[in-house]
């Protein structure tokens, strides 16, 4: 399967035998897969911040149904990242239309063809990596004008700053004082330097920072504007 890309799916199946075969095909195709026997087990995964973004749910099943959890998911802040399709052996044009009202994106009737279910499958990965990097360019977008519009803010004051200290360099000062003006000046010209990578930031690059958290590096984002221009 080159060039298919690998994702996250919750399998939800209350049958073992179409469960453990299901599970199966997608491992085969390359993907990793949760697989629950329940409802209740399958809303309460879909629930979690690190939440698989696909899922194949099937209608009928103990505690909750697969139209029940996928009303409840598309209540949820974060509905439009996870990608539902319904696996059942309603079939008739009102069940399907149910399904589809109910927030499922895609309808698999029993007994599914081995084909059909591969191209629906990959239909959803598709629309995950592109609802994904939409996500991720409105993200750079905010984050873009955010940093413009800090930028802003802190140059005048930052003008002031290096405008200050190097006037004073103009006059008589002991080494002492001569030597923290032109430190408090190359520290303005510094700031200067990075507001003007914030401003001309088009998207964000991060960088590991402490743990797990990850913090906006202007430098490495400014060299690909660069290198993107030079193209």
């Known amino acids: 399967f080159k060039g298919y890309c690998r994702m996250r799916i919750l399998l939800a199946e209350d049958d073992r035998i179409p469960l453990e075969a299901l599970k199966s095909l997608l491992t085969k195709w390359g993907h990793d897969v949760v697989a629950c026997s329940n409802g209740l087990e399958a809303w309460q995964i879909l629930q979690r911040d690190d939440a698989p973004t696909m899922a194949i749910l099937d209608w009928v099943m103990p505690g909750l149904e697969g139209v029940d959890i996928c009303r409840k998911v598309r ?20 069940d399907i239309v149910t399904g589809l009202e109910a927030g499922a994106d895609d309808y698999v009737v029993k007994p599914f063809n081995r084909e059909e279910l591969w191209a629906r499958v990959r239909v959803g990965v598709r629309f995950v990596e592109i609802q994904q990097k939409l996500i991720e360019a409105e993200r750079s977008k905010v984050l873009a004008e955010t940093a413009g519009a800090a930028a802003h803010k802190i140059n005048q004051p930052l003008s002031v700053i290096i405008g200050g200290a190097d006037l004073l360099l103009d006059r008589a000062l002991d080494p002492f004082q001569e030597k923290y003006m032109k430190a408090i000046y190359k520290a303005g010209e510094d700031i200067s330097q990075i507001v003007k990578q914030m401003e001309a930031a088009q998207h964000y690059v991060t960088t590991p920072y402490v743990k797990d958290i990850q ?3 202007f430098d490495a984002a400014a060299k690909e504007e660069n290198q993107g221009k030079m193209k």
Do not use: A, D, M
């Open 75 to 94: 209540e949820l802040p974060r509905n439009e990242q996870t990608y539902l399709i319904l696996l059942t052996g309603k079939g008739s044009e009102k």
């Open 215 to 217: 913090i906006v590096n």
